[in-house]
């Protein structure tokens, strides 16, 4: 069993330390931040943390207003909430208006899995995806998160960092040097490609070993960023493997597995599957043993890959 | 309290009505926009732009200027008009008001009109963004020596924030959210103008969506509140003078006011709320604003 790392203190860790490097960060809670573990910075950083209350829409509003005064907002509440009751803030102010918002999306996917449909977040993708400007990251791990958050503070432009609640396995060390807005290939391999992002890059992994038993490689492409998407790496692993599998903790429509497919589709139509969530709703359970019943096991992805492998070698 | 001549009040208010007639011609002439709502708060953004706020339009990203947040956006027709006499654009651009290729969006746009400080349209955001602006002030304030801050009229501050509201907006919950927030922060720099003109767009909104007493929901959301005539200019500025010199809570001013004020057949009619009017209605329009303004410059 790998190692793990609890994804909320991983991030609380980051946050303070991006308050040390970065003067004009400052944090906004819809008072979640016992959840999120955005307290962390309000212990170091009290004058420059605001806690708005239980009001997302003026969680959004109010770090615009900071942003158009300078400052680098860090929005903290559920992810759910900043795609749906806040939608409006983020199009017209963020997106359009520019607005250098982060928007920190907390118990992203099914992680905060005993709270129930209500609180999944698997939409989000999706629904933020559609916003000309806006950047989506999902980090696999506390590793990611370190590296990628400071890059989300300089990033000029609207983000929205999709968190985990839980424990996650370890993939990185400190040596790992993402980057914003390119894919960071974690296997090689020449049969068929695997793009996942979140904790579906460890269990892409796991179907790579099960899938090098039966004699197929299987390249992994950690895609932490869907938008601005790394289409070079996605046509590149067309290419080069003939067979692409994405998989991510939200649902098939419009996602990571979206994305792929509007870039295979219209430049390069090449077999793929796109394993998430099936365009359904969930339910309360154990967070893993729900990523295993909506679809996101490793069998699936594995299932996933034969299926492709099977069009790529029947041309169809 | 300061004093303000009659000499100010009489140049301030005439302004107010030409600016009307300016509107008019705008809306008429590109057969779009929303007058109602603009003939409504011609007093209080004429003092805003023309005495009250610190800008300067050669440089309208100044750090220690006041910031002004237009929130209810569809009004933005007497926006532009005083904004391009206060210099921040050419006055002949007002022609392009609604037009391809305009900087004069269908409403503030900040990505397109240096001097507008967020997008409006979408009601309701004025008062939350306007606490982040606020609360913004407020960090420079305790960061900075008072020396490092600019101070051309004498006023060493890091400026001040004023969102100008309609009645109808505050039907939007956002408003609320935003209202508790200020009251929380105390952002004692922040000043509200809500203009009640009693109408929305499609009736009274004592009708669409009852907001009396008006007064005792800010103050119970703990903001300092004062009611004027909001077309009565010596009260708007000497509010807008009270509202800064209060410390620690939010301010607001309820500016009664008479939608469509100034042309007998629109005021007080949710028709004219976003409806061009024709060119028999616009010479009428016209000449009773014209007549209007003769009593000020007589």
């Given amino acids: 069993m790998a190692a793990l790392v609890n994804m909320r203190k991983a991030y609380g860790q980051a946050l303070v330390r991006l308050g040390q490097t970065h003067p004009n960060v400052v944090v906004l809670s819809a008072d979640v931040s016992n959840s999120d573990h955005s307290y962390m910075f309000e212990e170091v950083y009290p ?74 977040a698997i939409f989000d993708v999706a629904i933020l995806r559609s916003l000309p400007k806006m950047t989506i990251i999902t980090p696999a791990d506390g590793a990611a998160i370190d590296k990628l958050l400071p890059q989300v503070a300089d990033w000029q432009g609207p983000v929205y960092f999709r968190l985990s609640r839980n424990d996650v ?46 004699g197929i490689a299987a390249r992994v492409l950690d895609m932490h960023t869907v938008k601005p998407l790394d289409v070079d790496a996605v046509l590149s692993a067309a290419r080069e493997t003939g067979a692409i599998v994405t998989a991510e903790e939200a649902s098939i429509v419009g996602g990571l597995g979206g994305a792929v497919a509007e870039v295979l589709g219209e430049t390069l139509p090449t077999p793929l599957k796109r394993v998430g969530i099936n365009d359904r709703f969930t339910e309360t359970g154990p967070y893993h043993a729900l990523l295993d019943r909506y679809g996101l096991a490793v069998s699936d992805v594995v299932h996933a890959a034969d299926q492709v492998l099977q069009m790529k070698s029947t041309g169809r | 309290m300061h004093y303000h001549s009659e000499a100010l009040i009489t140049d301030l208010t005439a302004k107010a009505q030409s600016y009307r007639i300016q509107v008019l011609k705008m809306v008429y002439q590109a057969q779009t926009g929303h007058i109602g709502g603009a003939f409504s708060i011609a007093e ?141 922060f105390k952002l004692g720099n922040l000043t509200a103008i809500l203009d009640y003109n009693g109408i929305q767009q499609t009736g009274a909104s004592a009708d669409v ?90």
Wanted: aromatic share 8%.
């Fill in chain 1, 47 to 120: 004058d420059r943390f605001f806690n708005v209350g239980i009001a997302e829409q003026s969680l959004v509003d109010v770090a615009v207003g900071l942003a158009y005064s300078g400052k680098i907002p860090f929005a903290n509440t559920f992810a759910f909430l900043f795609a749906t009751r806040a939608l409006e803030m983020v199009r017209t102010h963020l997106c359009y208006g520019e607005a250098n918002v982060k928007l920190m999306g907390a118990y992203a996917g099914l992680s905060d899995s005993f709270d129930g449909p209500t609180h999944h």
């Fill in chain 2, 209 to 298: 969506m009852p907001t009396e007493p008006i007064a005792d929901k800010w103050e119970a959301f703990g903001w300092h509140v004062q009611e004027i005539d909001g077309h009565n200019m010596q009260e708007v500025l000497a509010a807008l003078d009270r509202a800064d010199e209060v410390h620690a809570r939010p301010s607001i001013i309820i500016a009664r006011t008479t939608k469509g004020k100034g042309v007998s057949f629109m005021e007080y009619d949710n028709r004219w709320h976003g409806a061009p009017p024709n060119q028999q209605q616009y010479e009428t329009a016209l000449a009773e604003l014209e007549e209007g303004l003769r009593a000020w410059l007589h």
């Fill in chain 1, 169 to 214: 396995p370890v993939l990185y060390d400190d040596q790992f040097a993402p980057e914003i807005g390119k894919a960071h290939q974690v296997r090689d391999g020449r049969d068929v490609t695997l793009i996942a992002n979140g904790v579906m890059v460890e269990r892409c992994l796991q179907a790579a070993n099960i899938l090098a038993q039966a």
């Fill in chain 2, 44 to 184: 209080v953004l004429t003092a805003l732009y023309f005495h009250h706020l610190r800008l300067d339009p050669a440089n309208p990203d100044w750090e220690d200027r006041d910031r002004l947040l237009f929130s209810k956006g569809h009004a933005c027709a007497m926006l532009y008009t005083c904004m391009a006499h206060r210099g921040f654009f050419p006055v002949e651009e007002l022609a392009t008001f609604r037009q391809l290729d305009s900087r004069l969006q269908g409403h503030p746009d900040k990505m397109k009109l240096p001097g507008i400080e967020a997008c409006a349209g979408p009601l309701g955001h004025g008062v939350a963004i306007g606490v982040g602006m606020a609360l913004a002030q407020k960090l420079r304030m305790q960061g900075v020596k008072p020396s490092a801050l600019s101070a051309p009229s004498g006023r060493a501050s890091a400026g001040r924030t004023y969102v100008v509201l309609g009645d109808g907006e505050i039907n939007a919950g956002v408003v609320w959210e935003g209202a508790m927030a200020a009251a929380k």
